[in-house]
Nanobody, 125 residues
Framework: QVQLVESGGGLVQAGGSLRLSCAASGRATSDYVMGWFRQAPGKEREFVTAITWRYSNTNYAASVKGRFAISRDSAKTTVYLQMNVLKPEDTAVYYC??????????????????WGQGTQVTVSS
């Protein structure tokens, strides 16, 4: 079992930045893939980015590539999402997720076994 706790959400103006954190505990190992998803009101949960714990390989959704950056700190077992040049359309609840099968490029929500509780990000125009 893996527990995930997100933090760092909030309200920011368009063009601003935020950094989200996801603290992992439990049975997470170096074979895990850690991901960030988001869900806006009335929309389905969508993939944002993911990183492999062992080699820090990354994958990004086209809508955030070049603006968002995912990273991980092995010592703290924490994954970060640095969000820059935020837009109103980035407003959503952001969820951290984890899976053990190592498939970085499978972005389906169903492929992730563990989820955090979510943190709200609101970008004002």
């Amino acid at each position: 079992q893996v527990q995930l706790v997100e933090s760092g959400g909030g309200l920011v103006q368009a063009g601003g930045s935020l950094r989200l954190s996801c603290a992992a505990s439990g049975r997470a190992t170096s074979d895990y893939v850690m991901g960030w998803f988001r869900q806006a009101p009335g929309k389905e949960r969508e993939f944002v980015t993911a990183i492999t714990w062992r080699y820090s390989n990354t994958n990004y959704a086209a809508s955030v590539k070049g603006r968002f950056a995912i990273s991980r700190d092995s010592a703290k077992t924490t994954v970060y999402l640095q969000m820059n040049v935020l837009k109103p359309e980035d407003t959503a609840v952001y969820y951290c997720a984890a899976k053990s099968d190592g498939s970085l490029y499978n972005t389906d929500t169903g492929s992730y076994a563990y989820w955090g509780q979510g943190t709200q990000v609101t970008v004002s125009s």
